[in-house]
């Protein structure tokens, strides 16, 4: 699966925040995906596992919004970590993508600031116990 800008913009344009989880097929350059956008809720974190314990993953895009709460970010970081240290997915590649989902179309950071912050949360997770990490995130 290749990324470039127009596959980024389709993708995000249809993919909704989740509640439990959402499937969709889609086609991108003659090849068909199964995609399943599982929720990053609390609640369902702990079914992660039924989903890629049961189906062939090809790859996992992990999103988290770069304009959460710290904590929020952190906990987001820690389950991500779990995963991809999941035995069942060890060979597969991840996609960190940080967006920005706007509340009430306010936004009031720089782009300086927020790249920041993704390089920081990058160094979180080159820095912690991920097996290959250079190859698969």
């Known amino acids: 699966l290749e990324f470039d800008q127009s596959t980024n913009n389709d993708l995000s344009n249809k993919i909704e925040s989740t509640v439990s989880y959402n499937y969709c097929l889609k086609t991108i350059n003659d090849q068909e995906y199964d995609i399943w956008d599982l929720s990053g809720s609390s609640l369902f974190v702990p079914f992660w596992c039924s989903f890629y314990r049961n189906l062939s993953v090809d790859c996992v895009l992990y999103f988290i919004n770069i304009l959460d709460t710290y904590d929020n970010i952190l906990n987001s970081l820690k389950q991500f970590?779990?995963?991809?240290?999941?035995?069942?997915?060890?060979?597969?590649?991840?996609?960190?993508?940080?967006?920005?989902?706007?509340?009430?179309?306010?936004?009031?950071?720089?782009?300086?600031?927020?790249?920041?912050?993704?390089?920081?949360?990058?160094?979180?997770?080159?820095?912690?116990?991920?097996?290959?990490?250079?190859?698969?995130?």
């Open 81 to 137: 970590i779990h995963v991809v240290n999941e035995e069942e997915l060890k060979f597969n590649k991840f996609y960190i993508i940080f967006n920005v989902i706007i509340d009430n179309n306010k936004f009031n950071y720089k782009e300086e600031e927020i790249k920041s912050k993704v390089e920081s949360y990058m160094s979180i997770i080159r820095n912690s116990q991920v097996h290959d990490i250079d190859n698969r995130v």
